[in-house]
């Protein structure tokens, strides 16, 4: 790993980690083996013997990890305020509100869910901030949670509320951004709450969790970004989401759930520690990097 492989964001001055994060530090020492259900083995997923291993702890509530050009992996904790680049803290970006979801577009520029802001926004390679998604019927959003960037540069993002505050909108739903940034359309709104997210590469296929009712989605994606037929993918809701580049999907429900596209559970990981979010990674992008509330954990896999 490069001593630029993992980063944080979140929300206070730049400080040395040694000398005022002394409860934040690099751990690879705690590790447990990968697991899989008893029948049917890993179907391939988890590289033989290979192992979860505990990359950092002493966060609050990581989330949503994303990888940038050069391999860096970034990943927000919503409560404390650091940017973590190997053993130095550097800062990405002070006041995030809340930050959670995270991707990169094809312009590299780091998009984010501000919780707590209402908002999804843009961070350029200088730290410029601006808004994508600020309002939908001229009211600002509940609490911005995740989001996936289809091959047009439109984004989709889940807009649940999980106790935090009062409802700016009249529900829970997932809107999606048109790739001219000049437009919000409200994509789903028959969920519960509405949660993890995520897309095929051709950008025909998007799967939504909704948590609040424990189901995962399947949609068909339309021309214009907005969605068709939806069928129930698996009967299993999700906090974070993502796909290798088989199909197979990767849901974060109590332990690290992983779904070939037909729907059937194929493998199981289990984390020490509950997981939220989850990206593929590393020098040939198979290392899956796992958020898991107070800590980083990674593991080896075949795919990516």
Known sequence: MNSRMIAALTGLACVALSAATPHVRAQSSASMPASVPPRGG??????????????????????????????????????????????????????????????????????????????????????????????????PFNRPNDLWIDPKGGVYFSDPLYGRGRRRQDGEHVYYVTPDRKKVIRVVDDMVRPNGLAGTPDGKTLYVADAGAGKTYRYAVNADGTLGEKTLFVAKGSDGMKLDHKGNVYLTAGAVLVYDPAGKQIAKIDVPRRPTNLCFAGPDGRTLFITARSAIYAVKTTVG
């Open 42 to 139: 890993a179907h391939g997923i988890v590289a033989p013997g290979a192992k979860v291993v505990q990359l950092a702890k002493g966060f609050q509530f990581t989330e949503g990890p994303a990888v940038d050009r050069e391999g860096n992996v970034f990943f927000s904790d919503q409560n404390t305020g650091y940017v973590f680049y190997s053993e130095e803290v550097s800062l990405v970006r002070k006041d995030t509100g809340g930050a959670n979801g995270l991707a990169f577009d094809a312009g590299g520029n780091l998009l984010a869910c501000e919780g707590a802001g209402g908002r999804i926004v843009s961070i350029d390679a200088k730290g410029g901030v601006t808004v994508v998604a600020g309002a939908y019927g001229g009211k």
